[in-house]
């Protein structure tokens, strides 16, 4: 095998695979249809990764070790290897989906354990792909929150341990930015997959209604949850949302003329406002929008009250459906959610979980881009909260917390409609800084390709500096001591 397969060998003329970590997940791929690498080097380089950097950033709550390196031995000996998008890519997949011979248990100990027998949709495909599930990543409680922390552990965010990589599927997002995977599944019902993006420097893509296969908790929290992947290129991602979405894999088609882009910086809730760095991102973005030829408007979407209730109906009534479709005893739930179940149960009772509210909500929105491409705006409020034992706190202060830092995303799976969320900079306090683009139905492409263009002209740092295997400094102590 030569020496350029991965960059280096070792003292003893072998191959030193641990340069592979931190590799996108295109290049994985491509070495090992090419025979330059095989899936067993891959998978076990990025084991040998997770076992080193994971006791700082708690990403997963199972690793899979040897059913992984059995897994990637079949991908090597696969007679169809040459022709797999993810041919060998090491994956996470979040506590929230069925994997065969793995038990789900949605983020919560209460949790009957029950040994999936069989994948869901999207791991069947991405496993079709050539892709090898090395673990399974945390998420709060009935994946609720936008920080991830339970009994016994807090997940931590590699470009600060003293802070969260948000949530729900914030130990996705720390498994990729920390260089432990280049991909990993993760699903977003009010923004988790944009928020945990947003923190921890990542480019994802909440895919619009019915573009991937959802069949996530009851019913998909009244049909605003969606699956997707979290990323460290546009071009890693958009391979692994084709995947899922069962589509063909090509590079995302550019537009063949410039864009009118809509940009709002106004909170959907009052008194939830940007701080000044992230309007200072968006602001960058639309210099970087009009330098590439692009129209920019100033224009409000008009989210209503009753949307924002709507949005907050389907919250609070997918908790008590969840932990009813899970066979789990509310009384064993955390003290936060036995709260939230409460609630929902009456808010489910009464009646205020109306088909026909999103049904408006999205036509509306739908208007909105009549005259219009995309909107772009912030993802959340300001930085990432604290990393700290949240579930011990109470229902309102989780609430509290979560409405203040992430009031923008939400308004978006009540519409049902697609948004891209991409690393715009950093804050001045070192942490990532992103921007959020939503389009209309069928916009997926569109929006890749804004993103990809965004990339060119002011690439991002792909992983924490601290925790990145292509650097030194991937062995030095945590930047910010755990708290």
């Known amino acids: 095998m030569a020496a350029d397969t991965v960059g280096v060998m070792d003292a003893s003329g ?3 695979t641990a340069q592979v970590v931190g590799l996108p997940a295109t290049e994985i791929a491509e070495r090992v249809r090419s025979g330059r690498l095989t899936a067993v080097e891959a998978v076990r380089a990025h084991l040998e990764h997770i076992a080193a950097v994971d006791a700082r950033i708690g990403a997963f709550r199972v690793v899979r070790a040897e059913a992984a390196l059995a897994e990637a ?93 948000a949530g729900s599927s914030g130990g996705s997002a720390a498994a990729v930015s ?16 944009r928020l945990p993006a947003a923190a921890c420097g990542l480019v994802t893509l909440k895919p619009g209604l019915g573009v991937v296969p959802a069949q996530i908790g009851f019913d998909d929290w009244s049909g605003m949850a969606v699956n997707g992947a979290l990323a460290t290129t546009v071009a890693d991602l958009a391979v692994a949302h084709a995947v ?79 932990a009813e479709h899970l066979g789990i005893d509310r009384q064993a739930l955390q003290p936060r959610h036995r709260t939230h179940a ?96 939503v389009g209309p139905p069928g916009a997926e492409t569109r929006l890749l390709w804004i993103a990809g263009e965004l990339e060119r002209q002011q690439p991002w740092r792909r992983h924490a500096p601290v925790f990145d295997p292509l650097t030194p400094q991937a062995t030095a102590p945590p930047a910010t001591a755990p708290v």
């Open 14 to 16: 072998g191959l030193d």
């Open 73 to 165: 031995a079949a991908v090597d000996a696969s007679p169809d290897r040459s022709s797999l998008p993810l041919a060998g890519v090491p994956i996470a997949v979040k506590d929230n989906v069925a994997v065969a011979g793995e038990v789900c248990t949605d983020g919560s100990p209460a949790c009957p354990e029950r040994t999936a027998t069989a994948d869901h949709p999207v791991v069947a495909r991405l496993r079709a792909a050539g892709a090898v599930v090395v673990g399974i990543t945390r998420a709060p409680e009935l994946c609720v929150y936008p920080m991830t922390d339970g009994p016994g552990t807090v997940t931590r965010n590699p470009w600060d341990t003293a802070r969260s990589p």
């Open 178 to 193: 920390s260089g432990s995977v280049p991909l990993a599944h993760g699903n977003d019902g009010m923004g988790s997959l």
């Open 244 to 322: 899922m979405a069962g589509e063909e894999v090509v590079d995302p088609a550019a537009p063949g003329r410039p864009l009118r882009i809509a940009v709002s910086t106004r909170s959907p809730l009052p008194g939830a406002r940007a701080d000044a760095a992230t309007l200072a991102a968006v602001d960058a973005v639309v210099a970087l929008l009009v330098e590439a030829g692009h129209t920019v408007v100033r224009r409000d979407p008009p989210i209503s009250t009753g949307a924002a209730a709507g949005t907050l109906a389907r919250y609070l009534a997918g908790v008590d459906d969840d």
């Open 342 to 437: 409460r609630i929902g149960r009456l808010v489910r009772r009464f009646g205020f979980v109306r088909p026909r509210t999103a049904e408006r909500f999205r036509e509306r929105m739908v208007t909105f881009f009549d005259d219009v491409d995309l909107l772009l705006g912030p993802v959340s409020t300001g930085p990432p909260l604290a990393a700290r034992p949240w579930h011990e706190r109470s229902f309102l202060a989780n609430l509290g917390a979560s409405a203040r830092y992430a009031p923008f995303t939400g308004p978006w799976n009540l519409a049902g409609l697609p948004a891209v969320a991409v690393p715009a900079g950093m804050r001045p306090e070192g942490l990532p800084l992103a921007v959020q683009f």
